[in-house]
């Protein structure tokens, strides 16, 4: 199945291997006008029709991974700048709520490596089933039962988050999108590129100059000198 399939629906497969390092985005129900979403989603098809007509397999994946970056990059920064929609986590008591439940999952369900909480969507960068390389038998123990499918973490953060967050805010209806964005993330080099990527998000975004001045930042203190 091919990596690149990013966005996980209820009733659709999904690649998600239980050892890997995920960049996983979720935002604010609303947070993006529908047009938004069907402008930027039909862009994509005809890219995705133009990529499939390709015949050398090489440029084909070469020009497919282009496009997927591009295609998030552009999301990501709608997301920035949009500001009609609601911005629920700009209040520092909800922001507290969702970092303290992706904190408290680090070290339990995956290796947290950095996040970023803006206004209307989160970051996270995570290594799902470790906080190491593993052995063969643990790879095989993960591909059974005991395996916790990255969807059903998110799911499980999202639902704690907004009903804490409903609460808070005394409102009721959905918090949180339900389609989320989540990418393999396949070696080093993109790694790095996509730690300074999520670090850099509130800069991007002119919420601050320097990325370490964002309260709602985090990244794990071996990754940055």
């Known amino acids: 199945?091919?990596?690149?399939?990013?966005?996980?629906?209820?009733?659709?497969?999904?690649?998600?291997p239980p050892y890997a390092t995920y960049h996983i985005v979720f935002r604010l129900d609303g947070s993006?006008?529908?047009?938004?979403?069907?402008?930027?989603?039909?862009?994509?098809e005809k890219e995705k029709e133009m990529i499939a007509s390709i015949k050398d397999e090489k440029r084909k994946r070469d020009e497919w991974r282009a496009?997927?970056?591009?295609?998030?990059e552009k999301f990501d920064a709608l997301m920035d700048g949009n500001t009609a929609g609601p911005?629920?986590?700009?209040?520092?008591?909800v922001a507290e709520i969702v970092a303290k439940a992706i904190h408290f999952r680090d070290a339990r369900e995956y290796d947290?490596?950095?996040?970023?909480?803006?206004?209307?969507?989160?970051h996270m960068v995570c290594t799902v089933?470790?906080?190491?390389?593993p052995s063969p038998e643990e790879e095989n123990r993960a591909v059974g039962r005991n395996a916790i499918?990255?969807?059903?973490?998110?799911?499980?953060?999202?639902?704690h988050t907004a009903r804490k967050a409903n609460t808070?805010?005394?409102?009721?209806?959905p918090f949180w999108q339900e389609e989320s964005y989540d990418h393999v993330i396949r070696d080093g080099e993109e790694l790095e590129r996509t730690i300074w990527y999520v670090l850099f998000n509130p800069v991007k975004a002119s919420l601050v100059e320097t990325w370490d001045q964002w309260k709602w930042t985090y990244v794990k203190p071996r990754l940055v000198s």
């Open 112 to 122: 947290l490596l950095v996040h970023t909480i803006m206004p209307n969507h989160v």
């Open 168 to 173: 808070l805010l005394s409102r009721l209806g």
């Open 149 to 159: 499918p990255t969807y059903r973490i998110l799911q499980s953060l999202k639902r």
């Open 67 to 72: 496009h997927h970056q591009a295609y998030f």
């Open 32 to 44: 993006l006008p529908r047009h938004m979403i069907e402008e930027l989603r039909n862009g994509r």
């Open 129 to 133: 089933g470790r906080s190491g390389t």
């Open 1 to 16: 199945m091919n990596s690149q399939r990013t966005y996980y629906r209820r009733n659709l497969p999904h690649y998600q």
């Open 87 to 93: 911005r629920w986590l700009a209040d520092d008591r």
